[in-house]
């Protein structure tokens, strides 16, 4: 069992930064690949960001690509991602979550464990 918990989510202005930050517990979360989803009111799940297992791989939505930046620290059992240059259609609930592959995934039914968000605004 893995518990995964989110934090660093708040209210920025458009052009802002902010890092989220998630924290692994349970089983270790080493060899799996972690990702990041987020979901808008009214709208369906989406994937963000990807990394694998061993932080040499990365994937993007090409909605985020070249202003957020996803990473892991395994001895800390954390992941990050750092968002830059915020525009308000970044808002939503961001979800960090484990695979069941060891390697970079954008389908959300890959991925077994999910935490319970972190709230992102983004003002114009």
């Known amino acids: 069992q893995v518990q995964l918990v989110e934090s660093g989510g708040g209210l920025v202005q458009a052009g802002g930064s902010l890092r989220l930050s998630c924290a692994a517990s349970?089983?270790?979360?080493?060899?799996?690949?972690m990702g990041w989803f987020r979901q808008a009111p009214e709208k369906e799940r989406e994937f963000v960001a990807a990394v694998s297992w061993n932080g040499g791989t990365t994937m993007y939505a090409d909605s985020v690509k070249g202003r957020f930046t996803i990473s892991r620290d395994n001895p800390q059992k954390m992941v990050y991602l750092q968002m830059n240059s915020l525009k308000p259609e970044d808002t939503a609930v961001y979800y960090c979550?484990?695979?069941?592959?060891?390697?970079?995934?954008?389908?959300?039914?890959?991925?077994?464990?999910w935490g319970q968000g972190t709230q992102v605004t983004v003002s114009s």
């Open positions: 979550a484990s695979a069941t592959t060891s390697l970079t995934t954008a389908q959300a039914t890959r991925y077994k464990y």
């Open positions: 349970g089983r270790t979360v080493s060899s799996d690949g």
